[in-house]
Nanobody, 119 residues
Framework: QVQLVESGGGLVQPGGSLRLSCAASGLTFSMYAMSWYRQAPGKERELVAPIPSGGGSTNIADSVKGRFTISKDNAKNTVYLQMNSLKPEDTAVYYC????????????WGQGTQVTVSS
């Protein structure tokens, strides 16, 4: 059974930092491209940061470029989202997403973790 479990969300002041983690199980993690999405109240879910199956170069959303960094540790079956210089508009539920490189099964979503940026 595939599971994606996000953690690391919470309440942070503007300008602060958080690191989200998504621990994967039940799949061959190195064969999956991973992404972080977010959904704010009343808005559609949007792609924040994707990363290829082997890690490396990414295409961060313009709204978070220079502030957020995605990384993938295939040895730990975990993908991370480092979020710096957080703004109130970053408030959302953040979701982890996994897609097999050959589209074999899935894709899979995590349950989400709430990030609230407020003073």
């Amino acid at each position: 059974q595939v599971q994606l479990v996000e953690s690391g969300g919470g309440l942070v002041q503007p300008g602060g930092s958080l690191r989200l983690s998504c621990a994967a199980s039940g799949l061959t993690f190195s064969m999956y491209a991973m992404s972080w999405y977010r959904q704010a109240p009343g808005k559609e879910r949007e792609l924040v940061a994707p990363i290829p199956s082997g890690g490396g170069s990414t295409n961060i959303a313009d709204s978070v470029k220079g502030r957020f960094t995605i990384s993938k540790d295939n040895a730990k079956n975990t993908v991370y989202l480092q979020m710096n210089s957080l703004k109130p508009e970053d408030t959302a539920v953040y979701y982890c997403y996994a897609r097999h490189v050959l589209d074999w099964g899935g894709p899979y979503w995590g349950q989400g973790t709430q990030v609230t940026v407020s003073s």
